[in-house]
């Protein structure tokens, strides 16, 4: 024969029904654990583009001047450029004019000169510079 339940034991259904309810509360702590893991990853990803979208934000502007400054420097070099072309030739003409001063001084001064001589080389010099 079997023995009769001890007084103090709980009836059958309902150690039954505690550790099914056990059971779930468990499995529901798991779950919280879970969601709380998955979500601290999503929370992650939101400050990182968060951050992101501010940095963007931030360097955009400094894009476009960085382009603008770009420009105003190539612009700046093409007219040193064309500067120092110019001052090449100016400093050309100046060389130029100056070997034609000294023979024309050259002529003045020449124990032999005269007014014929030296207007003839004057415009002969005048000749060639125009028409090179």
């Known amino acids: 024969m079997?023995?009769?339940p001890p007084s103090n034991a709980a009836p059958q259904w309902l150690q039954i029904l505690l550790s099914v309810?056990?059971?779930?509360?468990?499995?529901?702590?798991?779950?919280?654990?879970?969601?709380v893991?998955?979500?601290?990853?999503?929370?992650?990803?939101?400050a990182a583009d968060l951050l992101t979208?501010?940095?963007?934000t931030l360097v955009q502007p400094m894009r476009t001047r960085m382009a603008e400054l770009e420009a105003e420097a190539?612009?700046?070099?093409?007219?040193l450029r064309a500067s120092d072309e110019r001052t090449r030739r100016l400093q050309a003409t100046i060389v130029e004019l100056r070997a034609m001063l000294?023979?024309?001084?050259?002529?003045?001064?020449a124990p032999d000169a005269t007014l014929r001589s030296i207007r003839y080389a004057v415009r002969e010099?005048?000749?060639r510079?125009?028409?090179p």
Do not use: M, N, S
């Not at 309810?21 to 969601?35: F, N």
């Not at 979208?53 to 963007?56: P, V």
């Not at 190539?74 to 007219?79: F, I, N, S």
């Open 2 to 4: 079997t023995a009769p």
């Open 21 to 35: 309810l056990g059971l779930l509360g468990g499995a529901g702590g798991l779950a919280a654990i879970a969601a």
């Open 53 to 56: 979208d501010t940095a963007l």
């Open 129 to 131: 510079r125009d028409h």
């Open 74 to 79: 190539q612009t700046a070099r093409e007219q």
């Open 102 to 109: 000294d023979r024309w001084y050259a002529l003045i001064f």
């Open 37 to 46: 893991v998955v979500q601290r990853g999503k929370f992650r990803a939101e």
């Open 125 to 127: 010099d005048r000749r």
